[in-house]
């Protein structure tokens, strides 16, 4: 099992706002990152040092952590955003990382 | 561009063994780490372990120790992947993701096309 945790599914109505979250106790440690990943592509980095975009990444998305939570925030969901997102942070030990499951987000 | 190209897909035979190569271009290859993480078909990612691309020192996920060989060729820019003794269950598409180091706390920016390994007599 992972040692962060997230929802299955998630779903949103088209311009409305998400949150995604992902759990674990190593997250009161090391920031999360976000990764998006559509059927048949690799997976790409969405935030990473709890809520930096890298260039390409629409503003729409941002991250935030609280404790033991970090979280994906997309303000004015798009089609396009429909996608698995994963968490990912280093693991309790410091030296090894770990993905959440998975959150399926589906945009209606 | 920055960007990392893997080796095509493989068809291997329960206690075979494979090697997934990861070519680096774009970039300096020795600056930055590279990871390597599985999906099995449906499912989610699994960090299956890293390779310092400066010292060569490779450090695996719990699970994988003993049966995962992880290397570099930094001649070519290339890491490799070689996992032996396959079984059913290894079957999953393989990515390598390069560590964008301290500055943004060693998130995954860059990741291969992935390699599909499927295992099966």
């Known amino acids: 099992s992972s040692e962060l945790t997230q929802d299955p599914a998630v779903s949103v109505a088209l311009g409305q706002t998400v949150r995604i979250t992902c759990q674990g106790d190593?997250?009161?440690?090391?920031?999360a990152s976000w990764y998006q990943q559509k059927p048949g592509q690799a997976p790409a980095l969405v935030i990473h040092?709890?809520?930096n975009r890298p260039s390409g990444i629409p503003d729409r998305f941002s991250g935030s952590n609280s404790g033991d939570t970090a979280s994906l925030t997309i303000t004015g969901a798009q089609a396009e955003d429909e996608a698995d997102y994963y968490c990912n942070s280093r693991d309790r030990s410091g030296y090894h990382w770990v993905f959440g499951g998975g959150t399926k987000l589906t945009v209606l | 561009q920055v960007q990392l190209v893997q080796s095509g897909s493989e068809l291997k035979k329960p206690g075979a063994s494979v090697m997934v190569s990861c070519k680096a271009s774009?970039?300096?290859?020795?600056?930055?780490?590279i990871n390597w993480v599985r999906q099995a078909p449906g499912q989610g990612l699994e960090w299956m372990g890293w390779i310092n691309t400066n010292t060569g020192n490779p450090t695996y996920a719990q699970g994988f120790t003993g049966r995962l060989v992880l290397s570099l060729d930094t001649s070519v820019s290339t890491a490799y992947l070689h996992i032996s003794s396959l079984q059913a269950d290894d079957t999953a598409v393989y990515y390598c993701?390069?560590?964008?180091?301290?500055?943004?706390?060693?998130?995954?920016?860059?990741w291969g096309q992935g390699t599909l390994v499927t295992v099966s007599s």
């Open positions: 190593s997250l009161r440690s090391y920031y």
């Open positions: 993701a390069r560590g964008c180091g301290g500055g943004c706390h060693d998130a995954f920016d860059i």
């Open positions: 040092s709890k809520n």
């Open positions: 774009g970039y300096s290859f020795s600056t930055y780490a």
